[in-house]
Structure formats: C-alpha cells, structure tokens
C-alpha cells in the first residue's frame, strides 16, 4: 500500500513507538545511573518519581493548552519534553539530594538537613534552571513552527521540573529520611 493516507498512518505509529522507547530507555538509563550512583533503590526513586509526575503533569498541562487552541504542537513534541524534562529534572535532584546527605553526615536532623539544602542550593538551581530555561524559551520566537512549538512546551516541561525538584523533592525527602 503507498499514498499519503498510509504514509501518515505509518508516521504517526513510528512516532508513537519512537515517543514509547526513547521514555522507556531513559527511564531505564536514569535508574541505572541513580543506582551506581547511590547504591540505595530508595533514594534512587526520589529523583525519579519526582520527574515522572512533574513530565506527566507538563505534558497534560500542555495537551489540555493545545485542546483549547491556546498554543499549538507538533506531533511527537512529548519526546523532547520528555527526555529534556528527565535529565534536567534528575540533574536538579541529584544536587539537591547530594547537598541533603552532607547536611546529614554533618549530624542535622532529616527535616533541617532538608531546610538547610534548599537554602544552600535553592539559589543555584534557580538561577541555573533559569538559564536554560530563558535559552530555550527564546525558541518561540524562531521562524520555523516546530521550534516555535518546541520552546514552549519544553520551556513549560522545563518550568514544572524545577518547581518540582524545590517542592516535591523535598517532600519526599522528609517522608523518607
């Protein structure tokens, strides 16, 4: 079968098992490299369920955006929130989480160590999130729609992530200790 119609039919299924693999693979690439990392499965999903739910939560924000023709996306877009949410959003964890563990080898308390952590390295990520996120944000502005499109969703994935790692991580750091 060729034409268009079957063209398109198969473009879209190889994006769709394209968009499953890529998150299956760097979901089993960050696990693996928290766990040599670590070595502890606990502290390992920290960073993990933390981006998980701030990427479902950015790609759902984003779909109900596109629902309501309030911004436009590209088929396949949800690769790139993803995959940069993911290492953005572990890269975030991990300095915040290595920063906990010295505040606890120093002898602080789990909900002190935490208070201390942010206030040491909130800063830094703020301004380091900030960065990449004002660079990529500056992609709506480009001409060619797909970039356009891209720096707002990923800008948007990006935002949720950070907001994320300053809240949610330290959340679950006070639950687990």
């Given at each position: 079968?060729?034409?268009?119609?079957?063209?398109?039919?198969?473009?879209?299924?190889?994006?769709?098992?394209?968009?499953?693999?890529?998150?299956?693979?760097?979901?089993?690439?960050?696990?693996?490299?928290?766990?040599?990392?670590y070595?502890?499965?606990?502290?390992?999903?920290?960073?993990?369920?933390?981006?998980?739910?701030a990427?479902?939560f950015?790609?759902?924000?984003?779909?109900?955006?596109?629902?309501?023709?309030?911004?436009?996306?590209?088929?396949?877009?949800?690769?790139?929130?993803?995959?940069?949410?993911?290492?953005?959003?572990?890269?975030?964890?991990?300095?915040?989480?290595a920063?906990?563990?010295?505040?606890?080898?120093e002898?602080?308390?789990?909900?002190?160590?935490?208070?201390?952590?942010?206030?040491?390295?909130?800063?830094a990520?703020v301004?380091?999130?900030?960065?990449?996120?004002?660079?990529?944000?500056?992609?709506?502005?480009a001409?060619?729609?797909?970039?356009?499109?891209?720096?707002?969703?990923i800008?948007?994935?990006?935002?949720?992530?950070?907001?994320?790692?300053?809240?949610?991580?330290?959340?679950?750091?006070?639950?687990?200790?």
């Amino acid at each position: 079968l060729s034409g268009d119609a079957t063209v398109g039919r198969d473009m879209m299924r190889a994006a769709v098992e394209s968009s499953k693999a890529t998150e299956l693979w760097t979901t089993l690439l960050v696990v693996v490299l928290l766990l040599l990392i670590y070595r502890a499965p606990v502290l390992a999903l920290i960073p993990l369920i933390t981006v998980g739910v701030a990427t479902e939560f950015s790609l759902a924000t984003l779909a109900i955006l596109a629902k309501h023709n309030i911004i436009g996306l590209f088929n396949g877009i949800e690769v790139y929130v993803k995959v940069l949410s993911y290492g953005a959003g572990v890269d975030y964890c991990l300095f915040l989480i290595a920063r906990f563990k010295e505040e606890l080898d120093e002898g602080h308390a789990t909900s002190e160590a935490v208070s201390n952590a942010i206030a040491k390295v909130g800063h830094a990520l703020v301004a380091s999130a900030g960065t990449v996120i004002c660079g990529i944000g500056l992609m709506y502005f480009a001409e060619f729609r797909k970039f356009s499109q891209a720096g707002i969703a990923i800008t948007l994935g990006l935002v949720v992530v950070l907001v994320a790692s300053m809240t949610f991580t330290p959340a679950l750091l006070r639950l687990v200790g």
